[in-house]
Each structure stands twice: as structure tokens, then as C-alpha cells.
């Protein structure tokens, strides 16, 4: 039997070919979690085969996000995950009673994250997303640790503030030797009634954090696309539905799903 903690991560035997990617921003609120629901949706919908383990621990959103309110049953050793929009989620919000909060410090964390990737039957993933806690805290590094192969997705808006901020995440990278996939700019313009384009944060703020992300680690990181405001983002997102799945066609969905096609 084995110890805990000492169960192989499946995904880090050899020969594995599932795509690891770990989706992170400099700061909350810039969309983070929406843009992995997403991604994850679309992806699903191309025919890859996705999970998602909700790594934000004390921000969690995955459940409500997927519309999930089923919590993982037991067959044997492992969990089974629920399933929606046919993504795999794990999420410590499916083992906390509505409106508590997870009081835990990073050890507790890092246990957890340990569990929902070797603990929980995957089966063949042919895309792992984590939704890592805004910042450069212990859970970025608990990822890093346990999920050697994750690559980052960084999520800024344009704001010049928010990319200085999401520019920190490279000295994390560079620390622990993580390759950027590359960065998505979401909250970039919005349309108004007369087609014009109201650049509501900024501009520019993706291009820069792309740029100080390469320097850092290395290697060439691209911006992945550009996602603009649209208040059905938001509304997919609190109903359940991913907007890419809900209206593929409006542009911010397009853009999602062009990002997933790329990845
Ligand atoms: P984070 O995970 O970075 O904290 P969230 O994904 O929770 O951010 O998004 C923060 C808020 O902004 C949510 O209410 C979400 O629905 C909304 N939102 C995210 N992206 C967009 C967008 N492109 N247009 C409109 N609203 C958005």
C-alpha cells in the first residue's frame, strides 16, 4: 500500500502525452477563470479529451462555472470527477458546504492539489488545465512541484498596471524552470452600440507581458489572442454554460475558441 503522497501522478510517467497547461494571472479579476472555462470547453468541443482541477482553493469556481453540483464518487482508490459539457472537473468546492470558506494554509493546499492529480481517475487526458489562484503564491509552486511538465498560460487585461503585475509570474517561471505557452489579453475593448471600439483598460498590456515573459524563461511566448469585454462572458460564466459553447459565434467566443484551436 501505498503512503500518502507517494502515489505516482499519472501524468508524470513516462510516455504520457497529456498536455499540462496551468492558467495564471499577476493579479484577481482579470478573468482568469473564465478564460480556463472556456478553453476547456472548447477544447472538449474540438474532440480532445479535458480535465480541469480547479487549483484556486480559496477562490474557487470551476463548479459553478460547468453548472456542476455533483460532487466525485468513489470507485475503489479513486475519485471519479464529475463530467459537464464533456470536461472532467475536480474542485474542492464539491467537498465544502454552500457559503464556507476553505480555511487552510499551503501545506493543506499543496496535499489537495496532490490528490485531485493522482487520486482522481482521468483516464487518457489529452489536455490537463489548472486554474491557479491569481499571484505567485504557494500554489503556483506547489504546481510547478508536482506537475513538472505544465507549461503557464498567462491571462492579462491591457492595462499597463495589470501586465506589470502579470510580468511577476515569469520570475516564477524562470524559478521553477516552467515554459510560458503563451498569454491571453482578455477584457481587451469592448463594441459599442455603433461598432466603434472603446478600449476600456488600455491597450497593449498582453503585447508587453509576452515580451518580459520571454526575456524571462527564454524562449519566444506568444499572445494567443485577444478576448474583448462582453457582458455574455459573465453571463455564461455565473449560468453554467461557457459562452463557447452557448453563442460560439459572437467575437469574444470566436476568439476562445481560435485561442483553444491554437493551443
Ligand atoms: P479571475 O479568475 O481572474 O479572478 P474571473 O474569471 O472570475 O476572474 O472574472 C472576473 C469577472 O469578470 C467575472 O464576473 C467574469 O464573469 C467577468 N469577466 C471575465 N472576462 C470577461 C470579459 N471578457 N467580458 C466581460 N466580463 C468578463
Do not use: C, Y
Amino acid at each position: 500500500r501505498l503512503r500518502q503522497g507517494h502515489r505516482q501522478i499519472p501524468f508524470n510517467k513516462p510516455g504520457t502525452l497529456t498536455r499540462i497547461l496551468a492558467v495564471s494571472s499577476g493579479k484577481g479579476g482579470v478573468g482568469k477563470s473564465t478564460v480556463t472555462a472556456n478553453l476547456a470547453a472548447a477544447m472538449a468541443a474540438q474532440g480532445l479529451s479535458v480535465g480541469v482541477i480547479d487549483a484556486d482553493i480559496h477562490g474557487f469556481s470551476m463548479p459553478g462555472m460547468f453548472g456542476i453540483t455533483d460532487k466525485p464518487t468513489k470507485v475503489g482508490d479513486l475519485l471519479m470527477p464529475p463530467e459537464a459539457h464533456g470536461v472532467k472537473v475536480m474542485s474542492i468546492g464539491m467537498f465544502v458546504p454552500d457559503g464556507q470558506a476553505v480555511v487552510w494554509r499551503g501545506p493543506k493546499m499543496h496535499r489537495a492539489i496532490e490528490q485531485f492529480a493522482s487520486d482522481v481517475f482521468w483516464g487518457e487526458l489529452d489536455v490537463l488545465l489548472l486554474d491557479l489562484p491569481p499571484g505567485t503564491g504557494d500554489v503556483a509552486i506547489s504546481v510547478a512541484q508536482l506537475l513538472p511538465k505544465a507549461q503557464m498560460l498567462v491571462v492579462t487585461t491591457p492595462q499597463v498596471s495589470a501586465a506589470s503585475v502579470a510580468e511577476r509570474v515569469g520570475s516564477l517561471a524562470k524559478a521553477t524552470k516552467q515554459d510560458v505557452a503563451g498569454v491571453v489579453e482578455n477584457m481587451s475593448g469592448l463594441v459599442l452600440p455603433d461598432g466603434s471600439r472603446m478600449d476600456v483598460f488600455g491597450t497593449g498590456g498582453g503585447e508587453r507581458v509576452a515580451e518580459t515573459l520571454a526575456g524571462a524563461v527564454e524562449h519566444p511566448v506568444p499572445v494567443l489572442g485577444q478576448v474583448p469585454l462582453d457582458p455574455q462572458l459573465r453571463e455564461g460564466a455565473d449560468g453554467g454554460v461557457p459562452l463557447v459553447l452557448s453563442d460560439p459565434e459572437v467575437p469574444a467566443a470566436q476568439q476562445l475558441r481560435a485561442i483553444a484551436a491554437s493551443l
